[in-house]
């Protein structure tokens, strides 16, 4: 990004240089997607940040547009359609966006409807081109990820409204709790496909706990080897409870009833990067 080299406050995507800078980027992809594709259009979500090549100033950032999950797949546009729409965009010289990106560093790496044809090429000149300051676009990487919704009831545990504020000291305090003491069980028993869990809510009922868990989709876990791993960590966690009969893996009981529909999202990280939600 112009004028915007990169920092170590960037690593930390809870500081105050990340948000400032992520709600620039999003401001500016959500502009235009929703100007190109209207209803079609839900979000675009911002991965990483990460700094450029030596000799080279600027940062590059890993972002994803996510599609509605009720648009049908013969209305989605093709992978290399969604690139081209921000490259238009940004080309325009009448456009006013909060961040300043470069065209040729635009990259779609993968999505859900696939490039059919191939775009026409023209010769570049043999001179070698200036090095300039590049926005802030999308690193390139070659891990895709499979998200687990993933439910189960602490029943010793007593609910309280403000554990349905994200905001509140106890709600932080819960999830912490939970992501601390259930992230290195994942790890430990995955350790070549476990990428992350995050805390999504709680609701009452003593207090029924609903958590994302990614693995890469190359080895990633089925539902019962997930759901055998919190069994496993029933015994050992502390500050709260994990009741065997109650968890759930993508809407399916540990005893394989269904117990509901959630949305399942199938993603790979890459330059620009874009998201279809299913419905399963």
């Known amino acids: 990004m112009e004028g915007e080299p990169f920092i170590d406050a960037y690593n930390d995507n809870t500081s105050p240089e990340y948000k400032e800078l992520e709600t620039r980027l999003l401001s500016t992809c959500s502009k235009i997607y929703k100007a190109k594709y209207g209803n079609r259009f839900s979000q675009c979500k911002l991965k ?32 290399n359609e969604v690139g081209q ?14 961040v300043s990106i470069s065209p040729d560093s635009v990259k779609v790496e993968s999505g859900p409807v696939p490039t059919t044809t191939t775009a ?10 200036p090095i300039t300051a590049r926005p802030a676009t999308a690193a390139p990487t070659t891990i895709a990820l ?32 939970i992501n601390t003491q259930l992230t290195p069980v994942f790890q430990k028993i995955f350790p070549l496909s476990f990428k992350s869990l995050d805390v999504v809510s709680f609701s009452n009922g003593s207090i029924i706990n609903v958590i994302d868990v990614s693995f890469g989709s ?32 993508n809407g399916i009981s540990s005893s394989g009833v269904r117990q509901e529909i959630s949305l399942v999202t199938a993603s790979c990280l890459c330059l620009l990067s874009w998201i279809l939600s299913n419905q399963q």
């Open 48 to 79: 990483k940040l990460r700094a450029l090549a030596v000799r080279e100033t600027g940062t590059e950032a890993e972002m994803g547009v996510v599609f509605n999950s009720t648009t049908p797949l013969a209305d989605l546009p093709q992978n």
């Open 85 to 98: 729409t921000l490259v238009e965009a940004v080309n325009n010289t009448n456009s006013t966006f909060d």
């Open 120 to 129: 026409p090429t023209t010769a570049k000149p043999k001179t070698a081109a």
């Open 146 to 177: 499979i998200t687990k919704r993933v439910t189960f009831r602490s029943v010793l545990d007593t609910f309280t409204n403000d554990l349905l504020n994200p905001s509140s000291a106890a709600y932080k305090g819960r999830a912490t709790m």
């Open 218 to 249: 190359t080895s990633a876990p089925n539902s019962t080897q997930i759901a055998n791993a919190l069994i496993n960590a029933a015994s050992t966690v502390v500050g709260f409870d994990i009741e065997g009969s109650s968890i759930g893996v």
